[in-house]
Nanobody, 131 residues
Framework: QVQLVESGGGSVQAGGSLKVSCAAS????????MGWFRQAPGKEREGVAT????????YDAGFVKGRFTISQDNAKQTLYRQMNSLENEDNAIYYC????????????????????????WGQGTQVTVSS
């Protein structure tokens, strides 16, 4: 079983930056995808970005608009999310997730932002953006 622990959340002014991390431990064999999801008060959990643990290919949700970057350090079993140009709409709890499921899209296998594709979740880290 995989354990995921997020860190690095906090408060920042609009336009600022934060970097959140997710350390994975335990039995990580078979984990093909890792991702970041977020949940704002009163809203459903939504996918932010994913990364393939093998090939490193990434996927970003449309609202990211180039502001966020997902990366990983396989040697450290750590997932990162650099968030720049933060907006008030980015206020949420950010969750790290891991799972085995890749899906064939077009001409390649991809890790998608489907909540049901992930079977391990961190406890979440709060990101607060103020005006």
């Amino acid at each position: 079983q995989v354990q995921l622990v997020e860190s690095g959340g906090g408060s920042v002014q609009a336009g600022g930056s934060l970097k959140v991390s997710c350390a994975a431990s335990g039995y990580t064999y078979g984990i093909n995808c890792m991702g970041w999801f977020r949940q704002a008060p009163g809203k459903e959990r939504e996918g932010v970005a994913t990364i393939s643990t093998g090939g490193g290919s990434t996927y970003d949700a449309g609202f990211v608009k180039g502001r966020f970057t997902i990366s990983q350090d396989n040697a450290k079993q750590t997932l990162y999310r650099q968030m720049n140009s933060l907006e008030n709409e980015d206020n949420a709890i950010y969750y790290c997730a891991a799972g085995p499921t890749t899906r064939w899209v077009g001409d390649r296998w991809m890790c998608l932002v489907r909540v049901g594709d992930y079977n391990a979740w961190g406890q979440g880290t709060q990101v607060t953006v103020s005006s």
